[in-house]
């Protein structure tokens, strides 16, 4: 019989195991007192280059935790990675270095459209992906966890200490990804939780990327369903209550389901909401994300 698992597995078109990632070229792009970063290019088995920023704490002092951080979208096609070491305007600081802060290290590649990989539209990418039955956010779910299997492999990594952090787009990939791997001890979400089936009744789920289609997702669990299987690890859900992409009308049903869930299988549920605030991550929900993913892979 099938699990839950398996048949997310399908839903997103994912086939495990994913084709491994080899280091092609390293470059420093940042180096402070705290922390050293660099761009990467990463490749796959018969695939292109990929680009990807990695960044660890300089002093290192024994194997360390370690976050796989999946990049926004915004329309800003041109980020992608980079915003882990350069930031975005969605978010209050960029997100590795902040980690190496904390004595945690962080890799974060450039998903299909953007960065790097800019090439060829999203719209053009998800639609031949459909045409074949698969999805776009499938195939980003695919090359994170190749990104997450070259991590937990590196030298000084913790591999029972890892974790995802995400906002908007890469928020909903993150308690995905966490939902179909295992060894994610605790996952950060912000700026993307809603039930999709609330949002097509308030007529807000056009405000989302056809990246998001998944062709028969709602079948098999709603994303309040999905977020509970992460129970009983640790999760982190930050959400602002002005987000026209996450109304309370939406996110109020998938909570809902994700508290039932821990309640049920117990684990760490940490829900930072902020009445005032909108598609970005406050000065709050920043330091609320940090102290939590501090704390979960200690």
């Given at each position: 019989?099938?699990?839950?698992?398996?048949?997310?597995?399908?839903?997103?078109?994912?086939?495990?195991?994913?084709?491994?990632?080899?280091?092609?070229?390293?470059?420093?792009?940042?180096?402070?007192?705290?922390?050293?970063?660099?761009?990467?290019?990463?490749?796959?088995?018969?695939?292109?280059?990929?680009r990807a920023?990695?960044?660890?704490?300089?002093?290192?002092?024994?194997?360390?935790?370690?976050?796989?951080?999946?990049?926004?979208?915004?329309?800003?096609?041109?980020?992608?990675?980079?915003?882990?070491?350069?930031?975005?305007?969605?978010?209050?600081?960029?997100?590795?270095?902040?980690?190496?802060?904390?004595?945690?290290?962080?890799?974060?590649?450039?998903m299909p459209?953007?960065?790097?990989?800019?090439?060829?539209?999203?719209?053009?990418?998800?639609?031949?992906?459909?045409?074949?039955?698969?999805?776009?956010?499938?195939?980003?779910?695919?090359?994170?966890?190749?990104?997450?299997?070259?991590?937990?492999?590196?030298?000084g990594i913790?591999?029972?200490?890892?974790?995802?952090?995400?906002?908007?787009?890469?928020?909903?990939?993150?308690?995905?990804?966490?939902?179909?791997?295992?060894?994610?001890?605790?996952?950060?979400?912000?700026?993307?939780?809603?039930?999709?089936?609330?949002?097509?009744?308030?007529?807000?789920?056009?405000?989302?990327?056809?990246?998001?289609?998944?062709?028969?997702?709602?079948?098999?669990?709603?994303?309040?369903?999905?977020?509970?299987?992460?129970?009983?690890?640790?999760?982190?859900?930050?959400?602002?209550?002005?987000?026209?992409?996450?109304?309370?009308?939406?996110?109020?049903?998938?909570?809902?389901?994700?508290?039932?869930?821990?309640?049920?299988?117990?684990?760490?549920?940490?829900?930072?909401?902020?009445?005032?605030?909108?598609?970005?991550?406050?000065?709050?929900?920043?330091?609320?994300?940090?102290?939590?993913?501090?704390?979960?892979?200690?």
């Amino acid at each position: 019989m099938r699990t839950p698992r398996d048949r997310l597995l399908a839903a997103f078109g994912v086939t495990l195991p994913v084709p491994p990632l080899s280091v092609r070229r390293v470059t420093t792009v940042l180096q402070t007192a705290e922390c050293r970063a660099e761009e990467l290019r990463l490749r796959a088995e018969g695939g292109d280059d990929i680009r990807a920023f990695w960044c660890r704490p300089r002093d290192l002092a024994g194997p360390v935790p370690a976050v796989l951080i999946l990049h926004a979208h915004g329309n800003r096609y041109d980020i992608g990675a980079a915003e882990m070491v350069h930031g975005r305007p969605a978010l209050h600081t960029p997100t590795g270095p902040a980690l190496a802060r904390r004595g945690i290290a962080s890799l974060c590649l450039d998903m299909p459209c953007f960065g790097s990989r800019a090439g060829q539209s999203e719209s053009a990418t998800a639609k031949a992906l459909l045409w074949e039955g698969r999805s776009l956010a499938g195939q980003m779910l695919c090359d994170n966890l190749a990104a997450l299997d070259w991590l937990s492999a590196q030298p000084g990594i913790d591999p029972a200490r890892l974790g995802v952090f995400g906002l908007s787009m890469g928020a909903t990939l993150a308690y995905w990804l966490a939902a179909l791997d295992p060894r994610l001890r605790a996952v950060a979400q912000e700026c993307c939780f809603a039930d999709f089936r609330r949002l097509i009744a308030l007529g807000q789920h056009d405000l989302h990327g056809i990246y998001l289609t998944v062709p028969g997702l709602l079948a098999h669990a709603s994303n309040g369903q999905i977020a509970g299987m992460v129970a009983p690890r640790a999760q982190f859900i930050g959400l602002g209550d002005l987000d026209p992409l996450t109304p309370p009308a939406a996110v109020d049903p998938a909570l809902a389901e994700v508290r039932a869930a821990y309640a049920r299988n117990g684990g760490r549920l940490l829900i930072h909401r902020e009445p005032a605030s909108g598609h970005v991550e406050t000065p709050a929900m920043h330091a609320a994300m940090l102290d939590f993913m501090t704390d979960a892979l200690a």
